[in-house]
């Protein structure tokens, strides 16, 4: 009988704790968010699910890509006016922003790269799905710190996301790490951060920055080195044309495929899982 009643207590005090942090949540603030660019939207609309007045909005159109060249509009600088956190990949990618401080600066900043070591100062680092993982536990951090009444399921979400995506990870070497032929061609430096993670080397890439394209130079001595290296595969990337690399395939007869550094797609918390898994099909079909 003690112990019925005992288990009834058990049941009333975990009720009455859960309506409490419930209670909690659902009564926070409204919290805005703005991310810079696409990963990060994915990011955190992963960590912020489920939670009650909170916003993720996208600074940059998914035309943006990687952000090299990107100029702020009237209309971005009145979403960043309007932000309480503004999520940034760091590393030195978003130098757009320099122009905004005056209007970003009552937005809390989180950097999502903190304490990534970066490879020749190379921003790309969530082309690699397990940084990725670590962009998504230092945004998960951030937030709860800077938002304590709904820090637990932050930091819920965060741990659940991030542990999909080292899974991803996981699935993805073991699907790839038997191909023949593991040098490629790029079409940008976006995939230094997935080719060490997935053991590809990048023997050159087509344009060191999206727009600039290659001299007549630069295109000789590419296809040479395709030659030299039997290249079988060329990588474009579905935000940019292509035109250089036809020129180089049609030299060669490399194939040319698809590799996406996942700067565009749905806005979908699952979009960066499917995009990846579509980039090791890819990879799988061309170097098989």
């Given amino acids: 009988m003690m112990g019925l009643v005992l288990c009834r207590a058990m049941k009333f005090l975990c009720f009455i704790l859960f309506a409490y942090f419930a209670a909690g949540v659902a ?17 955190a609309l992963n960590v912020v699910d489920h939670a009650p007045e909170v916003t993720v909005e996208n600074l940059t159109p998914p035309v943006a890509g990687c952000l090299h060249d990107y100029q702020l509009t009237p209309a971005d600088l009145a979403r960043l006016a309007r932000a309480d ?11 757009f922003l320099d122009k905004a401080r005056g209007v970003v600066a009552q937005a809390k900043i989180v950097e999502a790269s903190t304490g990534i070591e970066l490879l020749n100062g190379n921003p790309h680092v969530w082309v690699s ?40 990870a996981v699935k993805m070497r073991v699907g790839l790490k038997d191909l023949p032929a593991h040098d490629i061609i790029t079409f940008h430096e976006a995939f230094p951060y997935f080719v060490r993670e997935f053991g590809f080397r990048v023997v ?21 080195l395709v030659k030299q290296k039997k290249v079988r595969a060329l990588f474009v990337e579905p935000q940019y044309p292509a035109r250089s690399t036809a020129v180089i395939a049609r030299a060669t007869g490399a194939k040319i495929a698809v590799l996406d550094p996942v700067v565009s797609g749905p806005v979908a918390p699952d979009a960066y899982l499917c995009i990846m898994e579509k980039n090791a099909a890819e990879l799988q079909r061309v170097l098989k």
Avoid at 37 to 42: D, G, H, S, T, V
Avoid at 87 to 93: P, Q, R, T
Avoid at 147 to 167: C, F, M, S, V
């Fill in 27 to 43: 009564t926070a603030a409204p919290l805005r968010i703005v991310t810079t660019f696409y990963p990060l939207q994915i990011a």
């Fill in 129 to 168: 799905p397990l940084l990725a993982a670590r962009q998504v536990e230092n945004i998960g951090a951030a937030l709860a710190r800077l938002d304590p009444d709904r820090a637990e399921l932050y930091r819920r979400n965060a741990k659940a996301y991030a542990a999909r995506l080292r899974a991803l």
């Fill in 204 to 224: 050159a890439v087509v344009e060191r920055e999206p727009g600039a394209e290659p001299s007549a130079r630069e295109l000789a001595d590419t296809i040479t």
């Fill in 85 to 95: 956190v503004l999520i940034v990949n760091g590393a030195g990618l978003e130098s």
